[in-house]
């Protein structure tokens, strides 16, 4: 009897254009039969980080994060930051 | 024990059900919906269940916070569009911190329509410096991944709002709970 543990990327959804969010799966298997399966989450944003990301999530934030919807974040921003006092 | 479905009685099934071809969970009883939501636009219709992890990072606007890595994870459960969020975590140490501070979220949150997208929660501070309580006001923006921490005084105005990245100091914890709405 086997018990494995695998983790992959099993979701990954662009929203509202700038917010990539990313579901990662902890899947346990016994022989090769499903056991159990668990989620960990994140959010990217093009102010994000995605050095160590696996690379089929930055192809993902590469080719949604246009010019066109970085500026729209760093507004979006902008507007966040003028509602909260400093 | 066999499912019964007997429209005169009602339906009995002795483990779980499996909606939008989604395999049964062979542990307990329930409904198991699929990995993937098969969003439904009735506004009667529960279409999303989800139990899970994501890992917290507290970011104020100045300065920086490094986090416990043992204090880090927050745990979401997803009913639907909502989100209910908890979780503690600590900033172990900081480098001059000021302005607001903001933590991130497992699900961005719902636009809405005029300003239905807001939402307010709470959060308890420990071990902060002195000159602050500590209760603190969590406010998710239409929108948005991130949730900002401040606090109020002598009103609910937004004039009243206090940053409170000042306040943070080595260790100090953060107890959350929020609720929101997803996209």
Known sequence: ?86 | MPAIIDGSVGSQFPTTIGVGNATPSTSGAGITFPATQSASTDANTLDDYEEGTYTVTLTPNGGSMTMDANRQTFQYIKIGKLVIVQGYTRASSVSSPTGVVRFNLPFTSTAGTQFSGYSYNVAVGENLASGVSNGFNCDVSPSSSVSYIYYTAGGASAANWLAVGEKFQSNTNITVTLMYQAA
Not at chain 1, 33 to 57: A, C, M, N, Y
């Open chain 1, 1 to 86: 009897m086997a018990l494995t543990e695998r983790n992959e990327i099993d979701q990954i959804e662009i929203v509202y254009g700038w917010n990539i969010q990313v579901r990662q799966a902890t899947i346990i298997e016994r022989d090769g039969e499903f056991v159990s399966r668990t989620f960990h989450r994140w959010v990217l944003t093009p102010d994000s980080d995605i050095s160590g990301q696996e690379q089929k999530v930055q192809d993902i934030c590469n080719a949604a994060w246009t010019p066109e919807v970085r500026q729209a974040y760093e507004t979006f921003k902008v507007e966040q930051a003028q509602r909260m006092k400093p």
